[in-house]
């Protein structure tokens, strides 16, 4: 990976960011329009997903303690409502993991890149005219 | 050879590959980066597969299987609830905290806030929680051994819990993290070819018909069609969604998983590893279905609950019954396997949850509130970490021959409870909470652990009649899973804790956090390997 990138001096402990850096990151923010940009993105996102999958998971255990009787009918066979909405859990599960990984690569992967370049060359720069 | 001596030889097989693994990577441990977080430099995938393996437990493992053969249905809502757990974990935890921390769960919750008193509380939550876990497997281990050894007697127990501590403190001790991680990879990929091969053979006992297998087990059971419905474990509705609460909200509160995020380069192999994870830990619970109403109708519900009344050998014996039954060979060498792969998933889950404790410990009590963050030596904090390994092991060792006769699945729900309710609502205020203060966090993690722990004592596993004491009169609380009060409590604790004080929060560290967090901007990088670093099964002789 990029050795020759700056290494920050931080904190031995606490791992926290660089006063550099620290700066540039803080004026970047409610400033920075792609920083604004990555904001609203990631919130528009995981809020409603995590409302989903949340209600969906719920309602589970909300209609195995109300409606023990529809959860026990059986569909196919031997096969329960209730046996197959446990197993939909799962598909849901697969199918939010992979939407989830699809977005992030595809509308947060590139913008955060973009931005962590631009912020630590703006850190660069402030360093070379201190000298 | 009984099956005593084939479960001796292959768990004896099993301690020498890792002791192995132990060694090679004592070898490659140099720095503290080294030893808390495998130097960052676990791949995307491998920390998928470490992560399955440091999660599937014996709850997983002994315990879910036991509830569904004695249950049926209402036991694999533990299945369902552990896996969508993985969701919370991937979309609002993972990539945050691996951009923003450096060693513990307590770096993020810190980050912006005085650190002594919100390392305190947050270590003593790490710590805490990972005990009551280590507990339940510890408890699993027990009940392993006495079924094995066919001992009726407690010592047989208390030796193999004993056993499992001594083993734990030399996995951590000596390997770190880099140790940890490869035992569990080898642990994980046992457990699935195990469970794999465990439900194939159940299936064949079936003619591949899964309605085979559940009518069988519906009848087995002397409930009939009721088996295959819920209410035969949980009758409240309350209490269902507090266990499911609990168990969706508290991996993400989970010490001993959120630490693995560390040991990957950058946020998007973490992203990668959970989505690593959820395939196996899926495939992993789906399985169970095979493994607890194929020893329903193939075991038997009387044979279970003689072995372990809680119902934690179902699997086992399961693979006795498959096997050719007692006594015949084919019986002997497969329950010796199955046995041989619960171990193994004991002392990979019981090694990452003493490095999460003994790292927690070191790096946020000893360096950053006893010495104030003046440590300019990190080999001084692992020593101590080393030193803490030792002493977890033993107050585990000690704490878990108190607790055996539960069911893991149900001890490791507690845990789960406790998690959600101390870790979780101050790890996400402090990612999305702008406000949010250093009282607020020190509030919600006290209120959240000793809240939920308090709810468990006056509940009716430890007080009233099913319980442990004042068996005389009714438990004061109500519910097993503390979950629906004590998480929205510890939710309540953070913001008020925030709302009532005084102090201002501090926004330019929130914005500094923020960028960290989703851009990576500062966040800490992977060592450079050393020279010799390569796959444990290319060990160099040099």
Known sequence: MANDRHVPSRSMTTGRMSEEEALTATEAVGKDPEMIELERRHSRFIWPATAFFL?????????????????????????????????????MAFVVAWVYSRWAARRMDPLAADLREKLHGQQIKEKEVDR | MSHETLSLTLFVVFVVITL?????????????????????????????????????????????????????YDGFLYSVGWLVAYLTV????????????????????????????????????????????????????????????????????????????????????????????????????????????LSFLVLTKFGFSMNKMFADAATASGKGDAFLAPGL????????????????????????????????????????????????????????????????????????????????????????????????????LFLAFIAAVAFATILAVVAGLTITASSSFAHDFYANVMRRGQERDEGAEVRVARITALVIGAIAIVLASFARGQNVAFLVGLAFAVAASANLPTILFSLYWKRFTTSGAVTGILVGLFGSLLLVVIGPNVMGPKGLIFTGSEPLFPLENPGIVSIPLGFAAAWLGTMLSREPASEEMYDELRVRSLTGLGAEEAEVAPARASAPATRSTS
């Open chain 2, 20 to 72: 192995g693994i132990t060694i090679w990577a004592s070898r490659q441990t140099r720095t503290a980066v080294d030893f808390y977080s495998a130097g960052r430099r676990i791949k995307g995938w491998q920390n998928g597969v470490a992560i399955s393996g440091d999660y599937m437990s014996a709850a997983s493992f002994l315990g879910i299987a036991g509830l569904i053969s004695l249950f049926g």
């Open chain 1, 55 to 91: 209600i969906y998971y719920m309602a589970l255990n909300v209609l195995a303690g109300t409606s023990p009787d529809l959860m026990g009918r059986k569909l196919f066979g031997e096969f329960t409502f209730g046996y197959l909405f446990a197993l939909s859990q799962f598909v």
């Open chain 2, 90 to 197: 991937l979309i609002l935890i993972a990539e945050l905290l691996r951009n923003s921390g450096k060693y513990t769960m307590a770096d993020v919750l810190a980050y912006r806030m005085r650190q002594r008193p919100v390392r305190s509380a947050a270590a003593l939550s790490t710590v805490g929680v990972s005990i009551v876990y280590l507990i339940a497997q510890m408890v699993g281990a027990g009940a392993l051994v006495k079924l094995l050894l066919g001992l009726e007697g407690d010592t047989a127990a208390i030796l193999a819990i004993a056993g499992v501590g001594v083993l734990m403190i030399v996995y951590v001790t000596f390997g770190g993290m880099i140790g940890t991680t490869w035992v569990q990879i080898v642990k994980a990929v046992l457990l699935m070819a195990g469970t794999v091969l």
């Open chain 2, 233 to 332: 474990r949980f009758t409240s509705t309350i209490e269902l969604v507090s266990l499911g609460l609990a168990l969706v909200l508290g991996t993400a509160g989970l010490p001993h998983i959120l630490i693995r995020f560390y040991t990957v380069p950058t946020a998007q192999a973490a992203r990668r590893s959970v989505i690593w994870a959820i395939g196996i830990i899926g495939s992993f619970y789906i399985l169970t279905t095979f493994l607890g109403f194929g020893a329903a109708a193939l075991v038997g519900q009387e044979r279970i609950k003689e072995a372990d009344a809680a119902g934690n050998m179902a699997g086992p014996l399961l693979a006795q019954s498959i096997g050719g039954g007692e006594g015949s060979f084919g019986g002997d």
